[in-house]
Structure formats: C-alpha cells, structure tokens
T-cell receptor
C-alpha cells in the first residue's frame, strides 16, 4: 500500500525568495517519487523524479527535491521563485516496478508568486 | 522525449450527445494508457487503465458504459463520453506508459476540457 500527503494546499512566496513545497509519503516498499507541475488548463509536466539513485534530485527550471527515507519525505525546493513558477504542483508516489494502476497522486499545492 | 497528445483540447457539447477524446503517443509505443479526470482545484482521479488490444480496467465507481475506452493500437486510445450530461463536465487527462528504459514513468497529455451544456 502507498499514500502521499502534500502538507500545504496553498503556498505563497515573493518573487526571488525560496520555495518549499512539502510532501510526505507512506509505502511498504522502496518507492519511486515524482513531482509534476500543472499550469492552468494544461496537462502535467514532470519536474523531477527519484528512482533509488541519488537522494538529491535536480529537475527542470531550477527545482530540486531530496528523498529522506528516515523522514519519509520528498520536499520540493527552489532557491529563488519566479513569476512563471505560479502553478499547481503534485507529488506522486509509485512502486519501483509498479503495476499499471499504482500511481498515487497527492492533493496538490497551489503556488502563488507575489511580485 | 516522450510526447503524448490529446484531441480536442477543448470541446463543448449539448446534453445527451456523445463526445470522443483521442490520446496519442507520438514517439513511442504505449503498452498502457490511463485516463484521469480532474475537477476544479482537485487532484487527478484515475478512471481507467487500458492495455492495447484488451478491455479497459475501470476504477470503482466509474461507469464503463458511460465512459467507453478503446485502445486499438499501441499509439492511440480513445475515451468516449456517451450521452453526456452537465455533471460530466470536467478536465480529462490521459497518460501513456511505454517500454524501456522508463517502464515506471507515465507521460501525460495536455488534457481536454469538456463542457456539457
């Protein structure tokens, strides 16, 4: 069984300040973890993924996430927010060699970037 | 990289009519395709999983007679919303999963906004 919890439904930051989007997971095995971004009326774009290699994962657009097994966390960070980062972000968990139906989505975090 | 397209991106229809949404994997063969539904300001809900050449597997609570899924080839899956009603208005997103090396990664389409009047 697996589950994922995004701790904040909404995060607001000023442009140029750091971004932290929190995600905790629960899994009975070593999972794969993903962060996706969704802009309004758009599909999902993969930001980064963890698949049991390096625990610090670098993604696109300056985002990175660190897999911490002891804390069962996979928080998404960015040193300096840009206006274009405003979007919905989803943390997703999957077993390492999952069956077709095994992606579990978090509830999403809406990121607002203030000028 | 792997690209998934959806057509149409936006459709408005009258209540009682049927609407077909296409999902295509453009540069890889998708052994499995997934259909999701997303309500405003909510996460994605998996509706069904389809494997090429076999019947789709529907999630609990999803009416298979209302949401017909066909996965006739390794690059195309279709979702037909039959006798659509206003409550079927939603954002429908497909994803596709192919072969090596990213067996575990799903590639998402851009979504289709359905509005039923």
């Amino acid at each position: 069984a697996q589950s994922v919890t995004q701790l904040d439904s909404h995060v607001s930051v000023s442009e140029g300040t750091p971004v932290l989007l929190r995600c905790n997971y629960s899994s009975s095995y070593s999972p794969s973890l993903f962060w996706y971004v969704q802009h309004p009326n758009k599909g999902l774009q993969l930001l980064l993924k963890y698949t049991s290699a390096a625990t610090l994962v670098k993604g696109i657009n300056g985002f990175e996430a660190e897999f911490k097994k002891s804390e069962t966390s996979f928080h998404l960070t960015k040193p300096s927010a840009h206006m274009s980062d405003a979007a919905e972000y989803f943390c997703v968990v999957s077993p390492p060699s999952g069956s077709a139906r095994q992606l579990t989505f978090g509830s999403g975090t809406q990121l607002t970037v203030l000028p | 990289g792997a690209v998934v397209s959806q057509h149409p991106s936006w459709v408005i229809c009258k209540s009682g009519t049927s609407v077909k949404i296409e999902c295509r994997s453009l540069d890889f063969q998708a052994t499995t395709m997934f259909w999701y539904r997303q309500f405003p300001k909510q996460s994605l809900m998996l509706m069904a999983t389809s494997n090429e050449g076999s019947k789709a597997t529907y999630e609990q609570g999803v009416e298979k007679d209302k949401f017909l899924i066909n996965h006739a080839s390794l690059t195309l899956s279709t979702l037909t919303v039959t006798s659509a009603h206003p409550e079927d208005s939603s954002f429908y997103i497909c994803s596709a999963r192919g072969g090596a090396p990213s067996y575990n990664e799903q590639f998402f389409g851009p979504g289709t906004r359905l509005t039923v009047l």
